[in-house]
């Protein structure tokens, strides 16, 4: 949610972005199938030709290009560096899910760029997260999605390879210690709500589901910061309520990962092959944020309310999503949002294609012969 503004403080410094200068994988690993799959589950990397995303401030990336203490800059949607479609700048300047998949596929389309709402096409594109949205809002923005990628010509949205990022949860949960209906079965049903839209009306489609994150980890960073402080009294209610525990906001994201895995494990969106849902659970067992060296807050990950990502932060998570794409179900890494350095993940040789519950299991059959 994006709170209306009581302070401004108007000192700004440089704003810190993580890139991977000169990243690649073996000429083999980049390219595309010598025909079009025809399954979801022998999709390489650069087959994808089209990407979109539903979700809230984190997708739209409200604050993401503000610079540090730049509070009014919260309200700016910086849907050009969030971390699943943001296509600003390169790989080299600043990972996103869609500046790696433009290395495999210059051609790629769809990522939103620079500034602006959701409605504005000329920079959201596929890009339909809408600030303060929560999982009742999925099937709302996945007709919208639908709609946009029927009515622009530039997309054949029957052929094309489409991937489309999920990232919600965020607003439920900070409204869950006030609402009997923030149940984690209310949150699992809303999203199979919109997967199911999506799996009735786009053919060759892998939908990308991010794992829910303990927000009781945005506490840690901002205990010293009073205009955060402040800030959360308005964009999540539940985070800053002393009557709700860590324990109570760990053990209840818990329960809504559950319903993630659920939705995954039930098969009902492997019924066709072309279309699946491949659960990221990064965030799962993330229990740190991110540290300087020195073991204080690092708060670059942070845009400057000290809860929505910050360009830094966009990145590093981008990077553990990206690996966890690589890695098969059942082997993700648990991701870590204090970064060292670690590599970028490629396509594995014996099954170059993004990992799905199917090619996780045996990937044999899926390998063209
Ligand atoms: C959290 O979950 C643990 C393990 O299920 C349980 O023992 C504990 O009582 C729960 N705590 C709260 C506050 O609900
Ligand atoms: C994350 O990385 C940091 C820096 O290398 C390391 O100190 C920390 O133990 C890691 N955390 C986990 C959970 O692996």
Request: aromatic share 8%.
């Amino acid at each position: 949610a994006v709170p209306l503004l009581c302070s401004l403080i108007s000192a700004t410094a440089a704003l810190s972005y993580l890139g991977m200068p000169g990243w690649s994988c073996s000429d083999d690993l980049m390219k595309r199938s010598k025909t079009v799959p025809t399954s979801v589950h022998s999709l390489r990397p650069a087959d994808i030709d089209i990407i979109g995303a539903l979700g809230d401030s984190l997708t739209a990336a409200n604050g993401a290009g503000a610079e540090t203490n730049d509070i009014l800059g919260v309200a700016i949607q910086y849907r050009g560096l969030t971390f699943s479609v943001g296509g600003d700048k390169t790989l080299d300047e600043h990972i996103s899910l869609a500046n790696v998949l433009k290395k495999f596929n210059p051609n790629l389309f769809g990522y939103s760029i620079r500034t602006g709402s959701a409605n504005v096409w000329e920079t959201a594109k596929l890009n339909a997260g809408i600030p303060g949205a929560d999982a009742s809002d999925m099937v709302g923005q996945a007709n919208d999605l639908i709609r946009r990628l029927k009515e622009h010509p530039e997309i054949d949205y029957l052929n094309q390879w489409k991937l489309i990022h999920i990232f919600i949860g965020g607003n439920d949960m900070c409204a869950w210690c006030r609402y009997s209906s923030e149940t984690a079965e209310n949150y699992r049903d809303n999203i199979r709500k919109a997967v199911q839209v999506l799996q009735k009306e786009l053919p060759r489609t892998i939908v990308i589901l991010v794992g829910m994150v303990d927000i009781s980890l945005m506490r840690r960073a901002d205990a010293d910061h009073k205009v955060c402080l402040r800030m959360h009294q308005s964009e999540c209610s539940c985070e800053v309520n002393p009557d709700v525990t860590d324990e109570m906001l760990s053990n209840e994201t818990k329960l809504y990962i559950q319903a993630q895995h659920e939705l995954e494990d039930s098969g009902e969106f492997d019924t066709a092959d072309d279309f699946t849902l491949a659960i990221q659970p990064f965030f799962e067992g993330v229990d740190n944020i991110c540290r300087n060296p020195d073991g204080t807050p690092n708060m670059d990950f942070f845009a400057p309310d000290c809860f929505h990502f910050g360009a830094y932060g966009h990145a590093v998570v981008a990077k553990n999503l990206w690996n966890n794409m690589m890695q098969p179900k059942g082997s993700k890494a648990v991701g870590n949002l204090t970064d060292t350095g670690n590599p970028m993940l490629c396509p594995e040789t014996a099954c170059p294609f993004i990992r799905t519950t199917k090619n996780s299991q045996d990937c044999t059959k899926y390998i063209a012969p």
